[in-house]
């Protein structure tokens, strides 16, 4: 697990610029950094040393230099794959990286397709005068880019760019309604003008000034209606065999710990010697009690934090800042405080990332049983009820009427949608927003002949999952040179759960059905039957006290805010929340996590 960064220009290539670039992003590589430059390409790298301690440092080359690697991340079946290549290539070293640049060497671009893991990697071919990167099909690790005036260059973070004299730092404000509405980053394009993602499963590459962009992987789906006893018995199977390939490491293996089934199912099978888990004082919001319980009846070690208001927000700017761009998941907070007390003790831990996804662990996926009886009225019947409906505030009946009424595509954007289109649109002063409708068709598109159930988990995945849910684990751990592995986002796991008919999934009492019944056999309590939690955050009772609320109505009255926003619109919904006439919590933290975002970068910076 490391940081990468590099470019490639028609210009003079420069170390300072790239140690500058590197150096941005030490907090993810503390072990060691490594340089290579040549008159087109430089490539630079921070390392976290986890597998082959003494040998592994990068960049690596192959063995006549020809080709050098940059590599983040960590390839579990890396041992595998050297049998099938130690018998033509020379290995000098026993890490995964060597391993991954005599693949390229014997399978060329096709050898993303081999790996199994989180990745994010360029690779400069000498030869070709080629740049070849790709990112992992489940958006575990970052890769950022950006072309301009002659240059092209990538990263870990989009920080690092800051550093380079060819980046022209502009605000993309075209994204910012639908920021609200999705409370992260919702497309390709970041809130930096020009600088984009590659998306999960995707490979680049740039050569002779053009960037060329393939997929090599995508989430199919193959239902297959085996009985429930054998569907079972395969996600055992392939949870421990995940689990025992994330384990690979030449140093100790921690986990984080909530109270609910995904990270207790990993904890039980692992059994690591020390877990970690953060609360608050309010019940309501603690999760330390469960986990205390599991870890006992395990025998392991827990250690816990109890989580202040004052520190949540005392962490926050620079919080934003490591993010890159606005992430106002409230969970993201907490990850930064379960990320730090582990990082006291262990340089990797486990995290349960990917259950919801695969195996339908969200509520919400009930709504295909829990409400069918209201699909049974003809649609334009409830297509005007809908828009009745829509005319109202959104409450909890009106809510059920407005969505049911309308087809899946046209208001499903995913798990938490803070705004409505039209409200975010009213609130914002900018014009040029995009519709959350058009961000998330091209995906309706591809899956439209799969279930409703199915495009819930495939826009669950790609909207929230990796720009939300692994964007703050990425981030939040390697704030502290933390590597963090996510075992059910893996081949094996996933090949089992592409497979599963709705009924292992959901029914009409709970949500995962299948993997709860898997669980069961080896967590020691009760936690395969809880409802998922993930470190849950009281902001909504912090948000009403004044110390808090002050904060809030300070940033909301800035210059700032008045350059954004409608401020007496945004005002009104902090009075109302404050005044307990609404709940608007998730639409207050939603601005003020992007005017303070922006704080960080275009007025501190």
């Given at each position: ?439 998330v068709k091209p995906f309706y598109d591809e899956y439209k002949d799969q279930s409703n159930l199915v495009k819930r988990q495939v826009i669950d ?145």
């Open positions: 697990m490391c940081g990468i960064a590099g470019y490639v220009t028609d210009k003079k290539t420069s170390k300072k610029v790239l140690k500058a670039m590197t150096d941005r992003i030490a907090h993810r590589g503390p072990d060691a950094e490594g340089f290579y430059l040549d008159d087109n390409c430089a490539l630079g790298h921070r390392r976290l040393s986890i597998i082959d301690l003494t040998t592994g440092d990068q960049p690596m080359y192959n063995e006549d230099k020809s080709i050098v690697i940059v590599f983040n991340g960590e390839i579990y079946n890396f041992k595998e794959l050297k049998k099938d290549l130690d018998k033509k290539y020379k290995f000098h070293t026993t890490s995964d990286t060597e391993v991954l640049i005599h693949g390229y060497e014997e399978w060329g671009h096709e050898v993303t397709k081999k790996l199994r893991g989180m990745f994010a990697f360029a690779i400069w071919d000498t030869n070709k005068k080629e740049l070849f990167c790709a990112r992992d099909g489940w958006g575990i690790k970052p890769f950022y880019y950006y072309q301009n005036n002659g240059t092209f260059m990538f990263g870990s973070e989009i920080k690092e760019f800051l550093d380079h004299p060819d980046f022209n730092k502009e605000f993309n404000g075209d994204i910012l309604s639908a920021y609200l509405c999705f409370n992260s980053t919702p497309t390709t394009e970041t809130f930096f003008k020009g600088v984009k993602r590659l998306e999960p499963g995707y490979q680049l590459i740039y050569k002779d000034g053009e960037i060329d962009i393939k997929r090599f992987f995508k989430m199919e789906f193959d239902v297959k209606n085996d009985d429930m006893d054998k569907i079972v018995k395969d996600i055992e199977r392939a949870m421990e065999d995940s689990v025992k390939h994330h384990e690979i490491a030449d140093v100790e293996v921690g986990s984080f710990l909530s109270s609910g089934i995904d990270s207790s199912y990993l904890v039980s099978i692992a059994k690591p010697d020390k877990t970690y888990t953060v609360g608050y004082d309010n019940p309501k919001y603690d999760e330390i009690s469960y986990a205390k319980d599991l870890s006992e009846k395990l025998g392991i070690n827990n250690v816990s934090k109890t989580i202040t208001k004052e520190e949540y927000m005392e962490a926050f700017p620079n919080i934003m800042y490591h993010m890159d761009e606005p992430l106002a998941d409230p969970s993201a907070i907490a990850l930064y405080f379960v990320a730090q007390i582990a990082s006291k003790d262990v340089k990797v831990v486990m995290s349960g990332e990917g259950a919801d996804e695969l195996f339908c662990g969200y509520n919400t996926y009930r709504e295909e049983i829990d409400q069918s009886w209201y699909m049974k009225i003809p649609y334009f019947i409830r297509r005007a009820a809908s828009g009745i409906a829509g005319l109202f505030p959104e409450v909890r009946g009106f809510n059920f009427v407005y969505r049911r009424g309308r087809k899946l595509e046209d208001i499903n954007i995913g798990l938490g949608r803070i705004f409505r289109d039209k409200e975010a649109q009213q609130i914002v002063k900018l014009d040029n927003q995009i519709n959350t409708r058009d961000i995945y790609y909207f929230w999952l990796v720009r939300d849910f692994l964007h703050a684990v990425d981030r939040n751990t390697m704030m502290f040179g933390l590597e963090a592995r996510t075992p059910f986002l893996d081949k094996e796991v996933y090949e089992v759960a592409r497979k599963l008919p709705d009924s292992a999934k959901i029914d009409k009492t709970t949500t995962k059905v299948a993997l709860r019944q898997a669980a069961k056999s080896v967590i020691p309590n009760e936690a395969y039957k809880k409802k998922k939690l993930g470190f849950p955050v009281p902001l909504r009772e912090w948000i009403r006290e004044d110390d808090l609320y002050n904060n809030i109505k300070e940033k909301f009255n800035s210059d700032i805010a008045s350059k954004f926003f409608d401020v007496n619109k945004i005002n009104r919904l902090l009075e109302d929340h404050k005044s307990r006439k609404k709940d608007c919590y998730k639409k207050i933290w939603t601005i003020y996590t992007f005017l303070v975002w922006y704080d960080q970068f275009f007025v501190k910076i």
